[in-house]
C-alpha cells in the first residue's frame, strides 16, 4: 500500500502535498514519437497508429477501387508494345506501386528537374498529370536521336529543356494517353487529350493542394537506359465512373439476381397505389379562397361529356370519361400514358 501511494505521488509530481494540485508529467521522446505515429520500433505500421492514422484515415486508399488495379495491369502491357513500337527499342515498363496522396504532398515531393504534363479527361471534363523524370526524358532524347547501347544518357544539369526534347518528350506522352484511353475503354469509353507541358511543379495544379489523388508509379527500362514515368489522377476525375471502379470483376453489373428480381416484380405488381380523378383545374387569387364560407359554390367548366385526367402522384396517367355503375362512380379509360406522348 505503501509504494503504491509513493508511485502515485510520483506521477502526481512527486510531493502529492501541492496546493496547486501537483505539477504536469512531461513526456520523454519516446512517448511523443509513439503519440504521432513516428515510433522507429514499429516503422512498417507507423501510418497506422497515433495522430499520423488520424491524418491518414482522410485519404480514400485505392483499394476500395478495385477495378484501377485492373486498369493500370490493362496499362502496363499496352505501353510495353507501343514504346517498343515508338523507340523500335527493348522496352520494359513494370508497375511499381499504386498509392493515394494528397495533391500539394505530391507536387511538393517531385524531383527536380523533370518535365509534367497535364492532360485533360474529356468526357468526364476534368484534368490528370503525367510527370516524367530527369532520366527518362534524357533517356528517350537518346533513343530517338540513335543514341548508341551500352552508353548511358549525358545528363547535364542547371540547364532547361530544349524545344527538342519537349517535343520528343510531348510525343512520348501522346503515345501514354493513347494506351490510357485504350485501358479505361472496356470499362467506361474516355478521350484523354494532351493539355500542356510544364517544367514548374507550381503551374502543373489541377486541384486544391489537399485533395486527394491516385499516384501509379511505373518503371520504364531500355536495356541500359530508362526512368519513372508517375501517373496521377484526382478522384474528382474519376469520380464519374467511381460506381465502375467500385467493381470487383468486369462486367459486375451484369450479375443480375434473377430470384430477387422476380420476388421485386412481384411485389411491385401488388403494391396499392392511390389514383386522382381530376374533374377541373381553376386558377384563383389566395384573396378568394381566404373569401371561402360554407354555403359558397365554386362553378367548374366541365360537363358530363368532359375529359377526366387520371393522376398518380402528381403524374398524368391515362384520360377517360365520367359515368355510373351500379351505384359507384366510374372513369372510362379513352388514352392510356402511351398516346399522351409521356405527358
Known sequence: ???????????????????????????????????????????????????????????????????????????????????????????????????????????????????????????????????????????????????????????????PYTTIERNLVERMVNVVLDDMRAAFEPLAPVNF?????????????????????????????????????????PYATLEPVRELLLQMFMGEKFGRDSIWENHLATELWSTDVEIEAVLDEQVMTLGQVMNLEVGKTIMFNATPESVIMMRCGGISMVEGRMGRMGNNIAVKIDRTLKNLGGV
Open 1 to 159: 500500500m505503501a509504494d503504491n501511494t509513493e508511485d502515485g505521488a510520483a506521477w502526481a509530481g512527486g510531493d502529492g502535498g501541492d496546493e496547486a494540485g501537483g505539477s504536469t508529467r512531461i513526456l520523454n521522446q519516446d512517448e511523443i514519437d509513439s503519440l504521432l505515429g513516428f515510433d522507429a520500433s514499429v516503422e512498417e505500421d507507423a501510418d497506422k497508429a497515433g495522430i499520423r492514422a488520424i491524418i491518414n484515415s482522410a485519404l480514400v486508399s485505392y483499394e476500395r477501387l478495385p477495378m484501377l488495379e485492373v486498369v493500370f495491369d490493362r496499362l502496363v502491357r499496352l505501353m510495353t508494345t507501343s514504346l517498343r513500337n515508338f523507340t523500335s527499342d527493348n522496352v520494359e515498363v513494370s508497375l511499381d506501386n499504386i498509392t493515394s496522396i494528397r495533391f500539394g504532398d505530391y507536387l511538393n515531393s517531385i524531383p527536380l528537374p523533370a518535365i509534367l504534363s497535364v492532360f485533360r479527361a474529356v468526357e468526364w471534363d476534368n484534368y490528370g498529370l503525367l510527370t516524367v523524370d530527369s532520366s527518362l526524358i534524357y533517356s528517350i532524347v537518346d533513343v530517338l536521336l540513335g543514341g548508341r547501347r551500352g552508353t548511358a544518357a549525358m545528363r547535364i544539369e542547371g540547364r
Open 193 to 233: 487529350s494532351y493539355d500542356r507541358i510544364e517544367t514548374n511543379p507550381r503551374f502543373a495544379t489541377i486541384a486544391r493542394p489537399a485533395n486527394a489523388a491516385i499516384l501509379a508509379r511505373l518503371r520504364v527500362d531500355m536495356e541500359d537506359r530508362g526512368g519513372r514515368l508517375e501517373l496521377l489522377l
